[in-house]
């Protein structure tokens, strides 16, 4: 398994998506900005209308304010879409340049003390570095292998018909223009919130999938690799469980939305070239970090008193909580088993 310098180095380039995570958070929030300040104003108007003219929900919902306050809608959620899609596959092109320069310095933080890229080169174990078309295919692409454009164009009209209730509940609750425009708020918030994590989904998978492919491009070096989750309060149940898993090269980590896994590659052991050197003991699991965690920490983490109450009696372990689930548009997906299925 990895050492402790190949998970440090894992720590530093994940700390740098991070930021780039924020960053990209940040122009896609200030870009949904203008979206609902124009529904806003359109929805407070039209409520103003109804309550001076007393109208029913069902005569709001024919007006042609309403309908023209939806199409409003639709063309600046489109126009959101495209900024999005734009701001996420730049996000997704830096972060490709990012795993570029991760994979050969995790790989050379991983070998065997006193082993370095440098000395392997001199014996013919080269680092073979891929060229920049061989990523094309990771920049503006989904992971079910569509453009990002085709997922993000369907937000607007997911949340066209929530918007439209929204109106319709306010008026018919008799809540005043302020009031309403506050269920709007909620109701059109879909595409922003989606939004967000298809930019952290798909940034951090175009890091790990261009990670993976430049190490499959150094089978000399590299034999495989390992699932590395973030062990803080935060993480999902079964990517903790499933920390320290180890993947061929030519295996896609099974991951899931706003999934923030890392992957550290397998190298070469003292064994494989042949030397007869002890090898430092494995990095600590995420089983094992979980395990060593106080008890209000884990019930917290677990988020369900049964869940913890049948790990704890030895009922099920960490690994019984995990499924790893073949969807047809998004390959393998791993998530925490319902509790009902558990039990």
Known sequence: MAGP?????????????????????????????SVYQRLRR???????????????????????????????????ANRFAQIAGTDITGS????????????????????PRGITLENLARIGIEWNRLPDEAFANFIGMAG??????????????????KVRAAIGQGIALGKGPAETAELVRIASGMPLSRALTIARTETNRAFREASRLQYAANPNLIKGYRRSSTK???????????????????????????????????????????????????????????ARQDEATQRKMMGQTARFEAWKSGQVSLDDMVQ????????????????????
Not at 145 to 160: S, Y
Request: with cysteine.
């Open 92 to 111: 997704q092109r830096r972060a490709v340049g990012l795993a570029r320069n991760a994979t050969q310095s995790i790989t050379g933080k991983g070998l």
């Open 144 to 161: 079910d292998g569509k453009p990002l454009g085709l997922l993000l164009d369907e937000l607007g009209a997911e949340a066209a018909p």
């Open 324 to 343: 790893v689930r073949s969807d047809p548009r998004w390959g393998k997906t791993a998530s925490v088993k319902p509790l009902k299925e558990l039990l």
């Open 232 to 290: 803080d309060g935060l993480v999902c149940m079964a990517c903790l469980a499933l920390d320290g898993t180890f993947y061929e090269t030519n295996e896609p980590l099974d991951s899931h939305p706003n999934c923030r896994c890392a992957i550290v590659p397998d190298t070469l052991t003292y064994e494989d070239l042949g030397l007869d050197v002890p090898m430092p003991p494995p990095v600590e699991t995420g089983q094992e970090w979980f």
């Open 5 to 33: 310098e190949a998970q440090e180095a894992v720590e530093q380039f994940r700390k740098l998506l991070l930021a780039e995570d924020k960053r990209a958070a940040a122009e896609i929030v200030r870009a949904y900005a």
């Open 42 to 76: 359109d929805t407070q108007s039209l409520v103003r209308t109804a309550q001076r003219e007393g109208l029913k929900p069902w005569q709001v919902m024919r007006m042609n304010r309403m309908k023209e306050l939806e199409k409003q809608f639709l063309r600046n």
